[in-house]
């Protein structure tokens, strides 16, 4: 396993686009998110909304950045070839992905917090704020909702082994639900939506306020989004077992 | 002797490179890969499938089948006000002062008096009983002046300010043929010609006589909005009747219930009038307008919302024109293609137009069927479908197939220039959807929420926008009520240009670079 690590961190080390996505996944969130936070009007009373949740609308956009490193990261692995070299060396097929999930987690996680802290201090909201539980809460689970973004991109482009249908299904996958529970009118059947939803339920993590009101709970909504990435990780991972590379 | 050996020449004709050609190539290497064309089949279907499951969802109390009444024009409208009436035959007119115009709202916990800027209150010209019938009317409002109103959509203003004791305002319509004329006046002595309403075919026996009616007010939060019922209440002074007018007596009724955008209070839970002296004390609520978009249509879907799963089929098809110029190049037939037709900007406009028509077409027909068959749908389940004139609806449906083209050529384009499925695929799909998440998800402030939907290529969105504006209808017209920052074909245009842009770097890239 240690060898398996030790390659896929090479890998993707020596990849010049990982450098260039993880710092554009950087940019584009907190940008995203110093943009939506001037725009949102505060008076004395309080902010329109929940003020960490705004600054950091960007891991929405982020996100996409995440998922086209970790779809390429199994994907072109198919489309030069290097596969067959991969499996060859570990012959425990499932380990493959396994040692890819946990460099992509180190990885992207790292960028997330670089991204997130960016986030919350480009929202005017500094360090004092860090220390209550809930920004807390918020900021730790954006982090580990890009984490488990790539797990989710993944998990589906070992299933499909493309980097086109991995990407398409995966941003799929995050932004249709919301436009769909838009135009839902049958409430009970809206809040099912969200609780099940990847990223509506995993985005819950960012909520500091009126948690009674919120159709999941924060980490319960995480939880959600760490399930469908183990079931897209998982079925790779049988998949990859099961085919001929 | 000799013998001469003629060199073997091909009877095959020459070889062309026309366009039409090089068309035919491009459209081959489209319908000979099994998971493109079938993976357009599948877009179009998702298009259907999750249109009809976002519109199937649970139902509503509303009687099954009922819709929204229709207007002479085909638009959905609101035809709901306390009329007190007599019949008229022939040519005829009616004239009455309005001397006050107040009402009563609905608080949190009390009920205290204010009137709905547009609350209405004067004499109309009707052709029935039934909702959605020709009319033409003159009214006070509180908020709006003296104003004309006929047909449902249209509106001119009268005389401005406030009904008051000290300043009545006299109202009067006249009916010669199939015209009304509507007049006022602040004295009742001299008058001013508001407007003519043309009303062609109209019957030759009307209801006619006094009507009041208010839509509820509406609040605008962060969160969406919220509606608060009022009720307005007019007196009138002796109406002045000249021509065919039945001998009856005056008869009230409430027509149609208060409507989409009106209701009744706690207390006030009907309609009204009582006789002071000659004069009339009407007290009404609904309204007699249009039906808009967002709050103030109610529960009820409009055909953008049946076409919900245009971003499944957006997704799907972005995938595959990615790939259509993507998959040349892993697999190095780029290299073919540009032998064979050295001209490389040609090679990307047959490009362009293959993925455009293909997508285009696949679009069209999948926003047709789920209009077709979610619409019956979800009339049986009790919700009102928003009907639209056909010239509107046939504009949204081709309009959705142009706006999936124009994302697929954008897709092309971007594709050429990254020569990356990933990348692109990731950029189109996001600076498409989730401008329009934002936008449209009532977390932006109304100013930068209509920003993103003017400059992003989300703008094209626009083109699938149903609902009309009027400017004499209360509402919040925001993105979150489905009202776009840009007019359909602008908002179209937004993504074109976009796509053209992308277009004209790939095909300089294409010349410049190698293969």
């Given at each position: 396993m240690r060898q398996a690590l030790n390659a896929e961190w090479t890998k993707l080390r020596t990849e010049t686009s990982t450098l260039w996505l993880l710092l554009g996944a950087v940019i584009v969130t907190v940008a995203l998110g110093a943009g939506v936070t001037s725009s949102i009007m505060c008076d004395a009373r309080g902010c329109a909304g929940d003020p960490t949740e705004l600054s950091l609308t960007g891991i929405m956009l982020g996100q996409a950045v995440i998922a086209i490193l970790a779809v390429t990261a199994i994907s072109s692995e198919y489309s030069t070839g290097m596969i067959r070299t991969t499996i060859t060396l570990?012959?425990?097929?499932?380990a493959v992905p396994a040692a890819k999930a946990v460099v992509l987690v180190c990885v992207v996680a790292a960028a997330s917090a670089i991204a997130v802290l960016g986030s919350l201090i480009a929202g005017r909201y500094i360090l004092p704020g860090l220390a209550d539980g809930p920004t807390l809460r918020a900021a730790l689970g954006s982090v580990l909702y890009m984490a488990l973004i790539a797990l989710l991109s993944l998990g589906a482009a070992t299933a499909v082994r493309d980097s086109a249908t991995g990407t398409g299904i995966v941003l799929g996958l995050l932004y249709l639900f919301p436009v769909l529970i838009k135009v839902i009118k049958d409430p009970q059947w809206q809040r099912h939506l969200q609780q099940i939803a990847p990223m509506p339920a995993g985005l819950a993590i960012q909520a500091t306020g009126n948690l009674q009101h919120l159709p999941i709970s924060p980490w319960a909504g995480l939880g959600v989004l760490a399930a469908w990435a183990a079931a897209a990780l998982l079925l790779g991972g049988l998949l990859l077992q099961l085919r001929d590379a | 002797m000799t013998s001469t050996m003629t060199p073997y020449r091909s009877q095959a004709g020459p070889g062309r490179d026309g366009f039409r050609q090089l068309l035919g190539a491009e459209w081959t290497k489209f319908r000979t890969v099994r998971g493109w064309w079938a993976g357009m089949a599948c877009a179009a279907l998702a298009v259907v499938l999750v249109g009809l499951l976002g519109t199937a969802a649970g139902s509503h109390s509303g009687s099954a089948g009922a819709g929204f009444p229709a207007g002479p024009g085909g638009e959905a409208v609101n035809d709901s006000f306390f009329f007190v009436h007599r019949t008229l035959t022939g040519n005829g007119s009616i004239t009455v002062p309005v001397t006050s115009l107040t009402g009563v709202i609905d608080g949190q916990s009390r009920e205290y008096s204010g009137t709905q800027p547009w609350a209405k209150a004067g004499v109309i010209m009707k052709e029935?009983?039934?909702?959605?019938s020709p009319y033409a009317a003159v009214m006070a409002t509180p908020g709006h002046g003296v104003r004309m109103q006929y047909d449902y959509t249209q509106d001119i203003a009268g005389i401005p300010g406030a009904v008051t004791a000290a300043a009545p305002r006299w109202l009067r319509l006249v009916r010669s043929g199939d015209t009304i004329t509507g007049y006022d006046s602040a004295g009742g002595t001299s008058w001013t010609l508001i407007g003519t309403a043309r009303l062609p075919g109209l019957a030759s026996t009307v209801q006619a006589g006094l009507f009041v009616t208010s839509p509820s007010i509406i609040q605008d939060s962060n969160k969406g909005g919220g509606t608060v019922p009022a009720v307005a209440t007019a007196h009138f002074s002796q109406p002045g009747l000249v021509g065919g007018w039945s001998q009856q007596a005056w008869t009230g009724q409430q027509l149609g219930g208060a409507g989409t955008s009106g209701s009744y209070t706690d207390n006030i839970t009907t309609g009204q009038f009582t006789r002071s002296g000659t004069g009339f004390t009407v007290t009404g609520a609904g309204d007699i307008a249009p039906i808009v978009g967002?709050?103030?249509?109610?529960?009820g879907y409009t055909l953008e919302n049946f076409l919900v799963g245009v971003f499944a089929g957006l997704v799907a098809m972005i995938v595959i024109a990615t790939l259509f110029i993507t998959g040349e190049y892993r697999r190095r037939l780029i290299h073919t293609t540009l032998t064979v037709s050295p001209r490389r900007g040609r090679v990307l406009i047959a490009k362009a137009l293959v993925i455009g028509s293909v997508t285009f077409a696949a679009g069209l027909a999948g926003a047709a069927v789920v209009v077709l068959l979610g619409q019956p749908h979800a009339r049986a389940d009790g919700f009102p479908t928003f009907t639209v004139p056909p010239l509107t609806e046939l504009r949204v449906l081709a309009g959705t197939g142009l706006l999936l083209a124009a994302a697929a050529v954008f897709a092309l384009a971007l594709g050429v220039i990254l020569r990356r499925s990933a990348p692109v695929i990731a950029i189109v799909v996001a600076i498409t959807v989730l401008p329009y998440i934002l936008g449209t998800a009532g977390v932006l402030p109304a100013g930068p929420a209509e920003w993103l939907l003017r400059v992003t290529p989300a703008a094209g969105f626009a083109i699938q926008q149903s609902v009309p504006f009027y400017q004499q209808v209360m509402n919040i017209y925001t993105p979150p009520n489905?009202?776009?920052?840009?007019a359909p074909w602008a908002g179209l245009a937004v993504l074109c240009g976009y796509a053209l842009l992308a277009l004209a770097v790939a095909a300089t890239l294409l010349r410049r670079r190698d293969a």
């Open positions: 570990v012959p425990r097929r499932p | 029935s009983l039934s909702q959605g967002g709050i103030a249509m109610g529960p489905g009202y776009y920052p840009l």
